[in-house]
């Protein structure tokens, strides 16, 4: 057993995790970062974060993951980081010349204390910022929230440092898209292409995350959202936030700097959530729906309905981001599943109130952990206590799966082991049928291998 | 190679700002033997400069990650913000093995204090006391071992009067590392910290005694990817007792036990050569220096130690080993020489694989064109004999030196002074180490904590066949076309070590240099000579 020592029984715990279901701030704003043209993110801190951050991102996308360090040493811990930084805009303007560097802040810069926007000031001032290039900050201390506020607190930092209501009226739509991986944003970039939607997405990491391979390495791949477009993000009709816990800072933000009205959705992972963001495009555009969306979503539909027999009522285990868990609940609900353990490392004062919005009363004895105390160990101990028929999750779940015998289908951050999620979409009703198909696969790989021989099937 | 590595070096610096540049110029060498051995200076285990995008991680890395981490019933609880502990969560690769299925394993479990706010404003010290005695009701383990992250130091956490204070109340042993990443200037400053506090908190515990004629520690080999397994293997075979390994499948009593042992092998000089020197003061230990990267390598390090045991027997296990293992050994070099003669290879990694993988590429037949370490000091590049004449900057100067005198009832010195004497022929590397340099070609670079525009400049100017480095590096150097080997993680492959391993890694690099995807980055219509424009068709 790889996880011999977790019991069924549960004791009680109040300082100590065991497996989180979450990580730290700087990482999501390092993400979040890479979702912008030309931009060079920027850790303040000693350098072994940033390292982690790298590394982690790089082994989930099998992608450069460029981002350089403040390199604090005992000096600059004693003395604060302003120096470290100064020297470092220097250095990553002459050498790497960025567009952009995005500083985000570490548990040990937070602190001690120092203040980003007055060393940037003072950068401008000394002249370490050439002229037309862009050095903007976010505060991401990871002792409060994890990795989705830092995502968060980035979005957020792009719109209060880029965004301009110039007065004009554009003829476009913001679309938050939230923590998701570069093909989501792809595809949703698509769906509202066909739908003749003008939309400014950012952060937008596809063609950044997913560059190909080209025999030449770009520093600054060509995807990523410009600060043209940003900036122009303030003349929009309206923004589409998706992600209640990763995008209402920065559509808030938007709606407060340039009054951009926003409407928030869950993310549009599953039919029903599709639905409702294609919806919201429609009104806020004044659009109409092409036939090849509706198809689509027929499709989505029919495969649903064909495969039906081997997914409902089985019980789903699932943990990961606020935002992710409650839609991936709302398409499990969909499917007549029964997503029974859900849980997050994320402190999130909504979560289980949306998660119990999208269940209904459709699983009566649902258990809905978030939070401190809210890891993998204790979701572990929840299966002992009685089993589910799937795990829905990141990597760190195949102990569990492997040590109980349970299909699992990976999905959120990271994915340290398998590649689809940083090629195919989990969004949008194409995204619905890779996630669906995963997990038919799941189930029916595992009938497969442990059917008896004479009811081993041909056609399934 | 038809680059001068001069002009190479001044054209990469050529682009930082002055003071930077000239930093940077001193960070590299081109090495040029001398008729006395001597091979220039190299500045290196100074602070990466801010912004230079480095290889490097922080001291944690090095003492959690590293050193302490492979060890599979050391409970770890890291005491900090989520994150540190959350990306050293058995992303290492370090395998172990235990002997049963009931025996203990934490390798899998990834614990943290998960501080927040409220104990950065008012101290964790509560909460750490709290985690350890719920870590210590769910697991019950022999022993806990503490780690400090950044912002620990800083609010003044005492993490080790909370140990001492734990290790009473609880009757086993807690110990703590001030590991805070701002330490030192890389991993190093980590391996150090974890060498000092596993020496004084553990080494010496456990009283078992050998019969075994040959008994010996194997330090600073971790296990990636099973090497140890293989190093293990070859150790029974040849009849050498093997009490403890820092730390590869290693567990807490045999560490404990380590003092008994009559040698010390070292593997990674860089992150556990402490431990070798504070041994040998305390219990009269020798330690030679091997290596097991490599068929040839590997030879020699086990003729070495039946050299240092000076027993026939022995002597005479060692060569049927060697002569079972290289006629397969030779049958791989030779098909892989055939496709992968004259290729060219670059390491830039660690603390000692950059050194000790040379060996595998150059049994292959390939040159290694440039090289160098991510948080290796002068001794690993220049030899031990610089240690006399490193200067220790402020940034490493806080990290303890520990003063070690010889125990006072177990100090047993296992040579006679004659003995020792005999055995100071530099080709045995006794309690000495050559370094990377005097190993390599005149006129090879040498670049100590490369920076990614020096990395990539250097693959655009010599096009490598090959380049090793860590995961950070891996893609961007594939994007260049170039395929790229983890020599941390190994890419998941592995082991590499020994006989065995020698030929795992041929197979790996053959693959990779062989590769038919490098040939079709490009499109066919890419390829195409360019045509002239189709003439615009007239509008009628
Ligand atoms: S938790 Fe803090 S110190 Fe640890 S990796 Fe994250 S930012 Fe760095
Ligand atoms: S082999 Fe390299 S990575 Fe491993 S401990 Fe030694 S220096 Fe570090």
């Known amino acids: 057993m790889l996880l011999r020592h977790t019991t069924a029984e549960v004791t009680e715990r109040t300082a100590l995790t065991i497996n989180p279901a979450k990580t730290c701030q700087p990482i999501g704003a390092m993400y979040a970062a890479l979702g912008v043209h030309g931009c060079l993110p920027h850790s303040h801190g000693s350098q072994g974060c940033c390292s982690y951050h790298r590394s982690t991102l790089t082994r989930h996308y099998k992608e450069p993951v460029m981002a350089a360090t403040s390199s604090f040493t005992e000096g600059s811990s004693v003395f604060g980081g302003q120096a470290n930084l100064l020297q470092a805009f220097e250095t990553i303007f002459t050498v790497y010349n960025p567009d952009i560097v995005a500083v985000h802040t570490t548990c040990l810069s937070e602190t001690i204390g120092d203040d980003i926007s007055q060393i940037i000031s003072k950068a401008k001032a000394d002249g370490k910022i050439p002229e037309g290039k862009h050095a903007i900050h976010a505060n991401t201390p990871s002792y409060v929230g994890s990795h989705i506020t830092g995502f968060a607190n980035m979005a957020k930092s792009l719109v209060t440092n880029f965004a301009e209501g110039t007065g004009e009226d554009k003829k476009q739509i913001n679309l938050l898209p939230g923590w998701v991986e570069p093909p989501d944003m792809r595809e949703l970039k698509c769906l509202a292409h066909r739908m003749g939607v003008d939309v400014i997405m950012f952060p937008d990491t596809s063609d950044v995350l997913d560059a190909p391979q080209t025999g030449k390495h770009e520093l600054y791949p060509k995807g990523g959202a410009t600060v043209a477009q940003i900036r122009s993000a303030g003349d929009s009709i309206g923004t589409i936030g998706l992600g209640h816990s990763a995008s209402t800072r920065a559509a808030s933000a938007l709606e407060e700097k340039c009054e951009v009205a926003n409407e928030m959705l869950e993310l549009p992972i599953g039919l029903q959530a599709t639905d409702r963001l294609i919806e919201a495009m429609r009104v806020m555009a004044g659009v109409k729906v092409p036939d090849i969306i509706t198809d689509e979503r027929g499709r989505l539909l029919d495969m649903i309905a064909d495969m039906h027999q081997y997914i409902h009522g089985k019980r789903v285990a699932l943990w990961g981001d606020p935002d992710q868990l409650v839609s991936l609940c709302d398409f499990l609900v969909c499917l007549d599943m029964k997503p029974v353990y859900i849980l997050t490392g994320t402190p999130s004062t909504r979560f289980e109130k949306r998660v119990r919005a999208v269940l209904g009363d459709s699983v009566p004895d649902v258990k809905i952990r978030k939070g401190s105390g809210a890891d993998m160990f204790l979701m572990h101990q929840w299966i002992k206590q009685e089993s589910v028929d799937l795990l829905i999750g990141n990597t760190y779940g195949k102990y569990i799966a492997r040590d109980e015998n349970i299909p699992f289908v990976r999905h959120g951050f990271p994915i340290l082991d398998r590649v689809g999620h940083a090629y195919f979409p989990t969004v949008g009703y194409r995204g619905g049928m890779y996630l669906l198909e995963k997990i038919l696969n799941a189930f029916m790989d595992r009938q497969d291998r442990e059917a008896l021989e004479e009811k081993f099937e041909l056609t399934m | ?540």
Not at chain 2, 210 to 239: M, P, Q, S
Not at chain 2, 247 to 255: A, E, H, L, T
Not at chain 2, 343 to 367: C, D, I, N, P
Not at chain 2, 456 to 467: G, H, M, V
Request: charged share 25%; net charge negative.
């Open chain 2, 1 to 540: 190679m038809a680059h001068d590595a001069h002009e190479v070096k001044k054209e990469m610096v050529a682009i930082y700002p002055k003071k930077l540049g000239k930093k940077r110029a001193e960070q590299i060498v081109v090495t040029e033997l001398g008729p006395d051995g001597s091979v220039p200076e190299i500045k290196a285990n100074v602070r990466s400069s801010p912004g230079i995008i480095t290889q490097r991680g922080c001291a944690y890395a090095g003492c959690k990650g590293v050193v302490i981490g492979p060890s599979r019933d050391i409970l770890s609880i890291v005491h900090g913000p989520i994150g540190c502990s959350f990306y050293a969560w058995l992303t290492r690769r370090n395998q172990t093995r235990p002997p049963s299925d009931s025996d203990p394993n934490f390798i899998t479990y990834c614990l943290s204090t998960d501080m927040t706010e409220q104990e950065i404003v008012f101290g964790g010290e509560k909460k750490l006391k709290a985690a350890i005695k719920e870590a210590y009701d769910v697991f019950h383990p022999k022993a806990i071992a503490v780690f400090s992250t950044c912002p620990v130091g800083l609010i003044g956490d005492d993490v080790h009067a909370v140990a001492r204070q734990m290790k009473e109340e609880l009757g086993i042993n807690v110990f703590a590392f001030s590991c805070e990443g701002y330490r030192g200037v890389s991993q190093s400053a980590g391996h150090h910290i974890a060498n000092n506090q596993l020496f004084k908190h553990v080494i010496g515990l456990n009283e078992l005694a050998h019969e075994d004629k040959f008994t010996i520690n194997l330090l600073g080999e971790y296990n990636i990817g099973g090497d140890a397994f293989v190093i293990e293997d070859l150790f029974r075979r040849c009849g050498i007792k093997l009490i403890a390994t820092f730390s590869g499948n290693s567990d807490y009593d045999s560490m404990a036990n380590s003092h008994t042992a009559d040698l010390n092998l070292v593997m990674c000089h860089r992150s556990i050569n402490y431990m070798a020197e504070m041994m040998e003061k305390k219990f009269g230990i020798p330690w030679l220096k091997i290596n097991f990267i490599g068929a040839a390598a590997t030879a020699k390090s086990l003729r070495k130690i039946a050299e240092y045991f000076d027993d026939a027997e022995l002597k005479a296990k060692v060569e049927t080993v060697i002569a079972e293992e290289m006629p397969k050994v030779d049958v791989a070099q030779k098909d892989v020489k055939s496709r992968c003669q004259g290729k060219t290879a670059m390491l830039f990694v660690g603390g000692s694989r950059a050194h000790h993988y040379q060996v595998l590429f150059k049994e292959m037949g390939m040159e290694i064109v440039a090289a160098g370490y991510e948080f290796g000091h002068r001794d690993d590049y220049e030899g031990r004999k610089v240690l006399p004449t490193i200067k220790v900057d402020a940034d490493s100067k806080n990290i303890e030196e520990i003063e070690v005198r010889p125990d006072e009832t177990r100090y047993v010195p296992r040579l006679s002074q004659e003995r020792k004497a005999q055995l100071a022929d530099p080709e045995l590397e006794f309690q000495d180490y050559v370094g990377m340099m005097p190993e390599m070609e005149d006129g090879t670079l040498v670049i100590d904590d490369i920076s990614h525009h020096e990395t990539e400049r250097l693959i655009e100017l010599y096009k490598p066949s090959i380049f090793c480095a860590g995961i950070k590096e891996k893609y961007a150097v594939q994007k260049m076309g170039i395929p790229c080997k983890q020599l941390h993680s190994y890419d998941y492959g592995g082991p590499y070590a020994g006989f065995e391993g020698a030929i795992n890694f041929y197979r790996e690099i053959d693959r990779m240099v062989n590769m038919k995807v490098w040939s079709l980055v490009k499109a066919p219509w890419q390829t195409l000579a360019p045509q002239p424009e189709p003439a615009p068709v007239a509008a009628d």
